[in-house]
């Protein structure tokens, strides 16, 4: 899963985030009646990649900041 949006503590740079594997659990809620946008929250659990070796490497995510 790649994650790209915006770091606000470091003036609104650019900001990606990687994560390897994760794993998505059931939904918790799924509202589709209100005031704003139809919205659903998810929970995932980040897991260990373990064909990424090498020294100084996270098998589980990594960030890169522009």
Do not use: C, H, W
């Amino acid at each position: 899963m790649t994650f790209d949006g915006l770091n606000e503590v470091d003036s609104g740079n650019p900001f990606v985030g990687r994560y390897f594997r994760i794993k998505f659990s059931p939904t918790s809620g799924f509202s589709r009646i209100g005031n704003e946008f139809a919205e659903m929250q998810l929970n995932m659990t980040v897991l260990k990649d373990d064909t990424r070796l090498g020294a100084g490497l996270s098998q589980y995510m990594e960030f890169l900041m522009v």
